[in-house]
């Protein structure tokens, strides 16, 4: 098997923004785009330069809408700008133009998209169909004086199915009472109360705001001041509907990305389960429930619009703790795979399930091995070309195992299962480069392990350069984690230390990269 070889590529500069002027075109060079150093090959990432947060989600018209947090003249944060990319499957990915830039009003921070299927904004004058974009402006004028007013939200349309923006010309459509982290608006149509809705997250809680016309917005409610996680900012809201699997029974998720304060250190993403009634959230919950137990998936939100309702969820797979330090040169950060959201409910109980989209299977053409049996104590070690880019799958009743990825330097990444002690354990201090920041390998990240189906239940891993995806029981436990290892992965070693399971159909496939 041909050995897949680390690429190499350098870059970097700075500059700010403030009115509505254009950076520089970004230089294309298909010749050494996407072969960098550490570059994912199946994950989407920017040509260049510095990305965090998904923003404008949208599905419409056969295409996938991908708007990001972008700044396109550095690796490092720096003024805001929407990045943007197409996609008809969700993972081959058009770059296109950057859609929104800084003006007047400030920085354009995170927020949401809708197809405005009734022209209710009236942006459309002759039967086009407006997508419009609800932003959050960052005015850094009003940060640097000391006051509290400077983030404030805004509005922009396109008529042509997202490849040109125009901005309201009464930008804000919500000012800033006082708060201020005030910010993140995610807007869907509330069929039942026909109106739209609007979460958004003001420092330790969310908001709700309606709009018959998403111009005028009148305030609804507050939740969450005593509820959830509170170890630092909420982020990123979503708020959506979603039936149990193999019931009738429906809930409402709300899902709040909090920094600092994730279980594993840094930032994550909490979520709740409960009722809307179209003015106000309600949740039972008094404990926080986790989408991702990694530190690796921040910041993420559900597309508006699906084709067939699907609900589903990309992040941006970074932690604040190191998302300026990771030791890549000519762009920095990329997203999680699509994921499908679900919901199962455990007894009396919910639990929000997170799986690979569809599509992300259409990329395993390739079997590197397939159909390996590991009986109880026993374990297998496989010379694999590859791993850096593939897909690892099995499934097992085993209550205790490792699964060890290795390199010619000694590097390793070790998954570990101990159900004994109710725990999933992912180790990457030993992976790779993890001293160019404190936080990122210094201790096993764990994954709390509180029930598991009887029958065998399914593991996959996705590795793609410079990250890991761990998927167990068909995502109901989760983990997001990035690598950096200075050679390719090309050993994997699997123990089985249970005493009477098997590890049953250990699959390994190549996976295509999508550039």
Known sequence: MKK????FFVLALVLACKEETKPKEIEKNPTKVYTEMYRPQYHFSPEEKWMNDPNGLVYHDGIYHLFYQFYPDDIVWGPMHWGHAISKDMMHWEHKPIALYPDEHGLIFSGSAVVDHNNTSGFAKNGETPLVAIFTYHLMEGEKAGRDDFQTQGIAYSLD????WTKYENNPVIG??????????KVFWHEESEQWIMALVAGDHAKFYSSADLKKWKFLSDFGKYQGAHGGVWECPDLFKLKAEGTEEEKWVLIISINPGAPNGGSGTQYFIGEFDGKRFTSNQRKPKWLDFGTDNYAG??????????????GWMSNWDYARDTPTEKWRSAMTLPRDLSLRKEGDDFVLLNYPFGTVDSLAKKVITNGIKIPPQNKETLKVDGLNQSQIRFSTESKNFNVILKNEMGETLNLSMDTEMGAFLLDRMQS???DFQPEFGNKKHHMSISSLREEPYEVK???DWSS??????????????????????????????????????VSIDAMDSVW
């Open 176 to 185: 800033n009472p006082g708060i201020r982290d005030f910010r993140d608006p």
């Open 432 to 434: 790779g480069k993890v």
């Open 301 to 314: 939100v559900t597309y508006n619009n699906t084709l067939n309702n699907e609900r589903i969820f990309i």
């Open 4 to 7: 897949i070889l680390f690429p």
């Open 468 to 505: 890991v995806e761990v998927f167990i029981d068909q995502g109901r436990y989760t983990m997001t984690q990035q690598l950096f290892p200075t050679m390719p992965y090309d050993q994997l070693i699997i123990e089985n230390n249970d005493d009477e399971a098997d590890i049953l159909d």
């Open 461 to 463: 891993i996705f590795l």
């Open 161 to 164: 199915n997202g490849d040109t």
